[in-house]
């Protein structure tokens, strides 16, 4: 009697192990992109490398996060950032520069001329 108790329960658990997880289910991009501020040499390296090593970025906190579908960039305040956000399996990492420097181009019809200032808020 034994033997049979067991015998169904064994048959019983190896039905469940079948059921797997659908891939087709996971979620495709993070909730959440992360924004770190960075130094102007960071940025400058990270420029000259044509890549950001994500590594670095594991012991800092992040300076604001956003949430992924409501994210704007015109809400970092001024400086350089890297956003971090996971897409399928892979790490998305963007290097943002915010300013509030704006050029104005000035005609005098003779000769053309930049101007360079600070937007007024």
């Known amino acids: 009697m034994k033997e049979v ?10 039905f469940s192990c079948f059921s797997q ?5 996971f979620r495709d991009k993070s ?7 960075i130094t102007a040499t960071e940025a400058e390296q990270f ?15 992040p300076t604001i996060t956003f949430n992924n579908n409501l994210f704007d960039e015109d809400e970092l305040p001024v400086g350089k950032y890297v956003l971090l956000s ?3 399996i892979y790490v998305k990492a963007q290097f943002v520069c915010v300013s509030n420097l704006v050029a104005l ?17």
């Open 47 to 61: 420029i000259k490398w044509d890549s950001i090593p994500v590594g670095i970025f594991a012991d800092r906190e």
């Open 105 to 121: 181009n000035i005609n005098n019809k003779s000769r053309l001329q930049l101007d360079i200032r600070d937007t007024i808020n």
């Open 5 to 14: 108790c067991c015998s169904l329960w064994i048959l019983l658990f190896s």
């Open 86 to 88: 996971a897409d399928g």
């Open 21 to 25: 997880n659908h891939p087709d289910k």
């Open 31 to 37: 909730p959440q992109i992360f924004a770190f501020r």
